[in-house]
């Protein structure tokens, strides 16, 4: 059966309060709210996800750079109180304060760590189909695979040939929660092909019924193949974005 998430940025606890009234009241298809951690704002990921909690299975996004690998890890206490038992791990960027402890580990390492941790936890990893070639990302992934990982949530796509190449790639079975986001402005467009090098087909345009158009294919696509979708709103309330699809 498909799951279906909206991933809501904790900029405020008011505001995220809102933004998950929101979803509760009128997209009935949404099971799963996932939350970024975002180093520019104080609300961390899962404490974002408990407002969540019980209405939605939530899912907080962990930053392995984060996290000191020879002390407790700060966020497990959170998750149990919280009955949260799915996470997505990513690697992080450098935080623009430069004066932010950070650690040398990545994905693969936090992974590691918690399936030997918290073994009840199911731990997804990201998939970026945009950083690296199809072979290194592929490896990449099996490394993540190897290390514990119960499958993956990808960066946003904006081209469904790009989604049947990526499916054929990853292994039978694979868990996989497929992404799309909204892009309306020229400059977002311009921002996605060059700081995370994105595939656009020549018919997308940065336009509301474009961004809603995909939304319906990449949903039919996850469910055509049992698999999970996500949807990301930038600048545009979610409601705009999905009331109707979802």
């Known amino acids: 059966m498909t799951r279906i ?18 979803v509760a009241g ?5 099971d799963t709210v996932n939350v ?17 909690r019980p209405a939605f299975a939530t899912i907080p996004h962990l930053r392995a750079v984060d996290f000191n690998p020879r002390a407790p890890l700060p966020f497990l206490p959170d998750l149990d109180a919280h009955g949260i038992r799915e996470v997505l791990v990513v690697t992080g960027d450098a935080p623009i304060d430069m004066s ?36 290194r990302e592929r490896d990449y992934l099996e490394r993540k695979l190897d290390a ?5 949530f990808t960066q946003p796509f904006f ?38 090098h994105a595939v656009f087909p020549r018919t997308f345009e940065p336009t509301l019924a474009c961004n809603r ?7 039919a696509f996850a469910r ?6 996500y949807f990301m709103p930038v600048k545009v309330n979610v409601l705009e974005y999905l009331s109707g699809i979802l």
């Open 5 to 22: 998430s909206v991933e809501l940025v904790p900029r405020s606890r008011s505001g995220l309060r809102a933004e998950i009234a929101e």
């Open 26 to 30: 009128h997209l009935r298809g949404v």
């Open 36 to 52: 970024p951690d975002l180093t520019r704002y104080s609300l961390r990921s899962w404490a974002g996800c408990a407002f969540a």
């Open 100 to 135: 932010a402890k950070v650690y040398d580990a990545d994905a693969v390492d936090l992974i590691r760590r918690l399936t030997r941790e918290a073994p009840h936890l199911r731990v997804y990893a990201g998939l970026d189909p945009y950083r690296q070639s199809f072979v």
């Open 148 to 152: 514990g990982a119960a499958g993956f």
């Open 159 to 196: 081209d469904l040939r790009l989604l049947d190449t990526w499916a054929d790639l990853l292994p039978d079975g694979t868990d996989v929660w497929w992404g799309a986001t909204s892009i309306l402005t020229e400059a977002s467009l311009n921002y996605w092909r060059a700081r995370n």
């Open 213 to 219: 158009t995909f939304a319906q294919d990449l949903l």
């Open 224 to 229: 055509d193949r049992r698999q999970n979708a």
